[in-house]
Nanobody
Framework: QVQLVESGGGLVQPGGSLRLSCAAS?????????VGWFRQAPGKEREGVSC????????NYADSVKGRFTISRDNAKNTVYLQMNNLKPEDTAVYYC?????????????????WGQGTQVTVSS
């Protein structure tokens, strides 16, 4: 059974950092999948944060996180990471990773077939 599991969320003060992990299991070789990170704050729609393509490792970021977040993948560990620096209260949300079997990454939820259960990130003093 294909499964994505996020980890690394938590409570952090403004200006702090967290690294989220998205691990794949169930015979799921993440190398062949483009992976995205999304987030959903209470009362808001789920939005794309960042993605990384399977083909060339090309990355994309939402304007709100450019220069602060970095997405990367470790195919040997079958894991994709989201390094989040200089966190702000408005980054507070449940963060989800998602994957689709294709070469290009996008920032729209409909592009993705597999989703993790999410991990809570709270930025507060």
């Amino acid at each position: 059974q294909v499964q994505l599991v996020e980890s690394g969320g938590g409570l952090v003060q403004p200006g702090g950092s967290l690294r989220l992990s998205c691990a794949a299991s169930g015979g799921f070789t993440l190398d062949y999948y483009s992976v995205g990170w999304f987030r959903q704050a209470p009362g808001k729609e789920r939005e794309g944060v960042s993605c990384i393509s399977s083909r060339d490792g090309i990355t994309n970021y939402a304007d709100s996180v450019k220069g602060r977040f970095t997405i990367s993948r470790d195919n040997a560990k079958n894991t994709v990471y989201l390094q989040m620096n200089n966190l702000k209260p408005e980054d507070t949300a449940v963060y989800y990773c998602a994957a689709w079997f294709g070469p290009n990454c996008g920032m729209a939820t409909y592009e993705y077939d597999y989703w993790g259960q999410g991990t809570q990130v709270t930025v507060s003093s």
